[in-house]
């Protein structure tokens, strides 16, 4: 078991690519510029009585969602036509009756997400009776099913009704009525997709349909569809998970959802069911043309693997990147390669053999990631001078610094406090001298953590909360600052001590200093489900209720529905993990 506990294993564990853009994953559209690269082929104007292939299709998704009661013969008459409008005109569309690609594919997509949607409602349903005697049975949450939640209630939507007694549904139709508020099509839809998401997890299989429809956007559904995956898989529903990525018309997110399935169930101890999804991964790759692309997904699945308790499967997928390495005959692409496999195999416990591999890179511009992968891994196996030597090779200050603090980590678990000490000041002095903002502020923020692991690992509370509460006011950005102060709190809850409580304060004066309240609930939320899944039902419950009573007062229609959409996945999260414990 890793001696650092779940939280502080999370905060070292987050890789690079999130360095520049953690505080953008809520507040900001970062699927929002993929979307706008969406081209629609125009076409041409049909006639009535004309006959095509592309009628036909409109046909049967018009009858698959119950729009369409004609024969399916592909020929463009009255019937299709009013079928067409009044499909328009539920899904927000201008109702113009004439058949387009876009139209078809809507329906298409439309139609496997409704078949999805039906079989997710099917199996919450049938949990239903099991979760409420669960509930029941707990003193502690007995309050769910006594006014507080009720996810399987259908009512007539009444919103007063509905802020005393929130459910998932009634907050999800308030979600859906603040987004016909929000003016422009692209942030609607892609507020929709959120809300999709959630009734998806939530087994709203009729509401979800209607959300479907709304969105006039592909990507956006597939980015829904790849949401929808990873809340099944993180619920342990295997094979919904895996349908729910099936439906996805686009290989490269297909293939992103599976890796993203295959890492929950690794993390969570499914190996088995972590292997079947790799192995059933395997075939898309086959479809892409770059075998850089290749290498990349078996590199990382290598890791995720090994990092699950899998270390065979993961030296398979290491073996294949390698054998793809050797095909490449460029001289860049090949480096690139051997970067790729150089990162893993640091990742997976080999940070000699990752080193000897970069060695054959002629160009080392792109060094670093392979380099802070493999002095982590010399930390890990307790070669800390090693570590210090190789994280000197990095030339980024803003990546050094990070290495730095995860190597204090790891030496502060071994017992060596003033040696860690010693790294922190290290990691502190390359700290300043970053340019970027959030950069700085990021390695501020790991770098407190790591000073809170000294003091509980060597038991000097006092000085080593109070270094790690002056470094954490250097946190430039509110919601990181707040986040990482909320991290330190619930790490010393074992400790009753008066330096928890000022800890706490801290925190509670963050997060009033956090500017945007979207920002504020999504970071109060993420708390909760963490609380929730180390088992600290009553933390959990508590900030849920903070982010409840902050999005409520949400008044701008995009902030609204995009708040209340996540506080009803979070609702729907708590009560699935309350009746799991």
Not at 423 to 447: G, V, W
Request: glycine content about 6%; overall charge neutral.
């Amino acid at each position: 078991m890793n001696k650092f506990g779940p939280i502080k294993t999370a905060a070292l564990g987050i890789s690079m690519s999130l360095v520049m853009v953690w505080p953008s994953l809520a507040a900001q559209p970062v699927e929002l510029a993929a979307a706008r690269d969406i081209t629609t082929t125009s076409q041409p104007q049909q006639s009535l009585g004309q006959r095509s292939t592309l009628v036909r299709r409109i046909q049967q998704g018009l009858s698959e969602q119950g729009f369409y009661l004609g024969a399916i013969d592909g020929i463009y008459g009255r019937e299709t036509d009013r079928a067409i409008r009044a499909y328009q005109k539920n899904s927000g569309l201008k109702p113009d009756g004439q058949p387009s690609e876009t139209l078809a594919l809507s329906l298409e997509t439309g139609g496997r997400v409704s078949k999805l949607l039906g079989r997710l409602q099917k199996a919450r349903a049938k949990a239903t009776d099991d979760a409420r005697k669960a509930l029941m049975s707990r003193p502690e949450t007995r309050n769910l099913l006594e006014g507080n939640v009720d996810t399987g209630t259908d009512m007539t939507h009444d919103s007063e009704l509905c802020f005393l007694q929130p459910s998932p549904r009634c907050l999800l139709r308030e979600a859906s009525m603040a987004a016909d508020g929000i003016e422009k099509d692209e942030m609607r839809s892609w507020a929709l997709g959120e809300i999709l998401a959630a009734q998806a997890k939530a087994g709203l299989a009729e509401d979800a349909m209607q959300s479907t429809r709304r969105i006039h956007d592909p990507q956006l559904i597939m980015v829904a569809l790849r949401d929808i995956a990873k809340s099944q898989a993180e619920a342990g529903r295997h094979a919904e998970a895996m349908s729910a990525v099936d439906i996805i018309p686009d290989v490269d997110k297909q293939i992103e959802a599976y890796v993203a399935i295959t890492e929950i169930q690794a993390d969570r101890g499914n190996l088995t069911e972590a292997g079947n999804t790799a192995a059933h991964l395997i075939p898309y790759l086959e479809r892409l043309d770059n075998p850089l692309a290749k290498i990349a997904i078996r590199t990382r699945l290598a890791v995720i693997l090994h990092r699950g308790g899998a270390p065979d499967l993961a030296k398979q997928n290491l073996r294949a990147a390698d054998r793809l390495a050797r095909t490449i005959n460029d001289e860049s692409d090949h480096e690139e390669a051997l970067r790729h496999i150089a990162s893993a195999l640091a990742e997976v416990g080999e940070p000699d053999r990752a080193l000897k591999t970069l060695r054959a890179v002629k160009n080392g511009s792109h060094d670093t990631p392979v380099l802070m992968a493999a002095a982590t891994g010399q930390a890990l196996a307790g070669a800390s001078d090693a570590a210090l030597i190789t994280a000197d090779a990095i030339e980024a200050v803003r990546y050094r610094a990070l290495v730095l603090s995860r190597i204090a980590a790891y030496q502060a678990g071994a017992g060596d406090g003033e040696q860690a000490r010693e790294t922190l000041e290290r990691a502190m002095e390359a700290a300043k001298t970053i340019r970027f903002p959030f950069a700085k502020a990021y390695a501020f923020s790991r770098i407190a953590l790591s000073y809170n692991d000294v003091g509980i690992s060597t038991g000097d509370d006092a000085a080593a909360l109070k270094k790690s509460l002056d470094v954490a006011r250097l946190i430039s950005d509110d919601r990181l600052r707040a986040h990482i102060l909320w991290t330190i709190t619930d790490e010393r809850t074992s400790s009753q001590s008066a330096y928890q409580e000022v800890s706490r304060n801290k925190a509670i004066d963050a997060t009033d200093d956090i500017k945007s309240p979207l920002s504020r609930v999504w970071m109060l939320c993420d708390i909760a489900e963490t609380r929730a899944r180390e088992g600290n039902s009553a933390g959990a419950w508590a900030m849920y209720d903070d982010a409840y009573k902050e999005a409520i007062s949400i008044s701008n229609a995009w902030g609204r529905a995009r708040a209340l959409a996540k506080v009803a996945l979070t609702l729907t999260g708590l009560a699935d993990l309350a009746t799991s414990q």
